[in-house]
């Protein structure tokens, strides 16, 4: 325990002058950042290399969800016509597909999220969802705001919705309360400072949670939010690269309505498939959607 908090106290250091003036993240030199996560990962217990699904406890209801595809044209190929306005969505349990706030929404929707940044690919990926008119959900790391902190604040200002994905990336599950704490709230604390709201999500390394951790979220006012398709961009990956069109067959091969899609922002090859994924998605009818 001394130890972790001894490698805390030196990791964190919030509200010093960086980001443009509001909040930033230190860490230590030579701490080199965890690769990319498996969603098998520590702590999985339903989840293979084959399906891509989290770990983790047993999920809620299966949920629903189809629609037919609209007229509209965007970069990305044919996109569906918007949404009815007033409609959110949702995992309708850990780990399961986007359902909509209003059950009479027959529509298929999909869910990008980036995992383990902001990296040098960051820039990248934003790049391929601006020009496609989408916006994703980033579940940042604290070693990846320390290291491109100004990306934090350029997620957010794009329009996309910053999440929480620990400080440094361990399996949540081996830590207690306290130590869950501190790899939680020095990101509360920036993505508070960057949006002027605290953030609502969470996303386990690994995709691995117990009934401690789900009480420490509770209490810090966070939701868990899982993924429903692998994608499987840490996959097969040689010398660090994987071919983005492999990628898009992989998440082609698990995708269903409301599709909760895990990539990592932290692969080039992954950088190279997002307009590729939103292109192969919006051919099916797909819109995409990120959480309210």
């Known amino acids: 325990m001394k130890k972790r908090w001894v490698a805390m106290a030196l990791l964190v250091s919030v509200l ?17 950042p965890p690769a990319a996560e498996d969603p098998a990962g520590p702590g999985s217990q339903d989840s293979g290399p084959g399906n891509g699904e989290p770990g983790g406890q047993a999920g809620a209801e299966d949920p629903a969800g189809s629609a037919d595809p609209g007229e509209a044209v965007g970069p990305g190929g044919p996109a569906p016509d918007p949404a009815p306005p007033n409609v959110t969505w949702k995992p309708s349990g850990i780990g399961y597909p986007l359902v909509p706030s209003d059950p009479s929404v027959d529509r298929k929707v999909a869910m990008l999220t980036f995992d383990d940044g902001p990296s040098a690919y960051t820039p990248q990926v934003l790049a391929g969802l601006r ?19 100004e990306l934090v604040r350029r997620i957010h200002e794009e329009g996309h919705l910053l999440g929480i994905h620990t400080m440094t990336h361990p399996n949540m599950t081996e830590l207690s ?10 990101l509360i604390d920036l993505i508070t400072e960057v949006t002027g709201q605290p953030p609502k999500y969470f996303r386990p390394p690994y995709g691995a949670y117990n009934d401690q951790l789900l009480a420490t979220l509770d209490e810090l006012g966070l939701e868990l939010i899982n993924w429903s398709n692998g994608s499987l961009d840490w996959d097969g990956v040689v010398d660090g690269y994987k071919d983005p069109n492999q990628v898009v067959a992989d998440v082609l091969d698990q995708l269903h309505p409301g599709a909760v899609i895990l990539a990592h922002d932290t692969m080039k090859h ?7 994924i939103i292109q192969a998605l919006r051919a099916e009818g797909y819109d995409f959607v990120v959480l309210p």
């Open 177 to 186: 309360r306290e130590e869950q704490i501190a790899e939680i709230q020095p």
């Open 131 to 149: 020009e496609a008119g989408v916006k994703a959900v980033f579940f940042i790391t604290g070693y990846g705001a320390a290291q491109h902190p």
């Open 270 to 276: 992954t950088a190279e498939a997002v307009p590729l």
């Open 16 to 32: 010093v002058p960086g980001c443009g003036g509001g909040t930033s993240i230190q860490t230590p030199s030579g701490t080199t």
